[in-house]
């Protein structure tokens, strides 16, 4: 009887650290999305994100995986999921991951969603905005090469209307 008590006590243990040790993959919301920077200078204004994973301001594209993210929630964390492919040698680290928008402490740009060492980024519907969760920093503007920058204290951020689209294979 004891023997039985103790195996069932094992086994519900070993459910619950293994329900600790895999975190659950991103839950991807409804909509994906491109965005489209508000103001922004005409064949500059949607994100798209290049090989490397960085996100630059383009040409708007509807149907292009590059230009498109799916707002969507790691353990109830709003995160942003990116829809393009990612190929060795540019990212050998994201291949056959899904990747989300992260801030890597320099900027946002798509990184492997289960990580956790990262702060991941979202988007704030209420003021347009692409912003770290937990930190002051959202996207504001762009350098000379389309690259997008970040701001460091919410004074610039860049702000963004949304497009739905049909999502593209990766
Ligand atoms: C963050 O991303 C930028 C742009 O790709 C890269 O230059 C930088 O090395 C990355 N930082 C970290 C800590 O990975």
Redesign the pocket.
């Known amino acids: 009887m004891k023997f039985t008590t103790g195996l069932a006590l094992l086994s519900a243990l070993a459910t619950s650290t293994a329900q600790i040790l895999v975190p659950p993959g991103p839950v991807k919301g409804p909509n994906t999305l491109v965005f489209k920077q508000i103001g922004g200078i005409p064949n500059n204004e949607c994100l798209t994100f290049t090989n ?3 996100i630059v301001q383009a040409a708007c594209a509807w149907t292009h995986a590059d230009r498109q993210v799916t707002p969507g929630k790691i353990l109830g964390t709003d995160v942003l999921i990116v829809q393009r492919g990612f190929a060795a040698p540019f990212r050998g680290d994201l291949v056959g991951k899904t990747a989300c928008v992260a801030f ?4 946002f ?1 798509a990184e492997d969603c289960s990580r956790n060492d990262l702060l991941f980024v979202r988007f704030d519907v209420g003021n347009g905005r692409i912003q770290a969760n937990g930190a002051p920093v959202c996207l504001s503007g762009y350098d000379s090469k389309a690259f997008v920058k970040i701001d460091v204290g919410l004074q610039r951020c860049s702000q963004f209307t949304i497009t739905a689209v049909a999502p593209t294979r990766p």
């Open positions: 490397s994973g960085e890597n402490e320099t900027t740009r």
